[in-house]
């Protein structure tokens, strides 16, 4: 049930652009993205519903293809700031509820001057 | 206002000895969730609380492993007759978890860094 984020690491220059994918084999109801910066906890970033709704970041902007059941994350310009661990985490659909995440093994982005 | 709070931050134990971790929630969040992440890994859900109902215990990874929660407050992890596999962060998140809202956000606490030697 574990979503399959690619890549597992994404290195940057100060300024260029990044996509992180999550990608589940079972139908989704809604797609959450956190991001973990070394030591310390994870960090909300953006929600994603079935439907099209969604809720997050102004600066961070992502998709979620409902038939493909995959979500995208596009880092755009991005700043030193950015680095850490980003998780995708899937609520699946007749799961019961809108709560329980499972998440990826994480993206791990470095972005250098 | 504030956050998660978990205790202790760290905890170093000897093998086969128990182990209680405690996690305070956001005041007002109904949902509870307790996950592992061992050291360069993701988040590995291991319980879900939510309100009065019985909890999600889906992801505890043995019979050593059990959780409690007080109402909607104070939860407690118990790890018993600890293994050297153990060794993780254990982070607790809360969120609003109301019926009625898809945008449930979680909050992650800082964690308890668990050593068992």
């Known amino acids: 049930q574990q979503p399959v984020q690619s890549p597992q690491a994404v290195i940057l220059r100060e300024g260029e652009d990044a996509v992180i994918n999550c990608s589940s084999s079972?139908?989704?109801?809604?797609v959450h993205w956190y991001r973990q910066k070394h030591g310390e906890a994870p960090v909300f970033l953006m929600i994603l519903l079935k439907g099209g709704e969604q809720k997050g970041h102004e600066k961070i902007s992502a998709s979620f293809n409902e038939k493909k059941q995959q979500s995208s994350l596009y880092l755009t310009a991005s700043q030193l700031s950015y680095s850490g661990t980003y998780f995708c985490g899937t609520v699946l659909l007749f799961s019961g509820g809108y709560n329980k995440l499972i998440f990826g093994a994480g993206t791990r982005l470095a972005v250098h001057p | 206002g504030a956050g998660v709070s978990q205790s202790p931050s760290n905890k170093v134990t000897e093998k086969g000895k128990d182990v209680e971790l405690r996690c305070d929630p956001i005041?007002?969040?109904?949902?509870l969730y307790w996950y592992r992440q061992r050291l360069g890994q993701g988040l590995e859900f291991l319980i879900y609380?939510?309100?009065?109902?019985?909890?999600?215990k889906s992801g505890l990874p043995s019979d050593r492993f059990s959780a409690e929660r007080t109402g909607e407050s104070v939860s407690t992890l118990t790890i018993q007759r600890t293994q050297q596999e153990d060794s993780a962060v254990y982070l607790c998140?809360?969120?609003?978890?109301?019926?009625?809202?898809?945008?449930?956000?979680?909050?992650f606490g800082p964690g308890t860094r668990l050593t068992v030697l």
């Open positions: 609380f939510q309100g009065n109902s019985a909890p999600d």
């Open positions: 079972k139908a989704l109801y809604s």
């Open positions: 005041s007002g969040h109904t949902a």
């Open positions: 998140a809360s969120s609003l978890g109301t019926s009625g809202s898809r945008f449930n956000e979680q909050f």
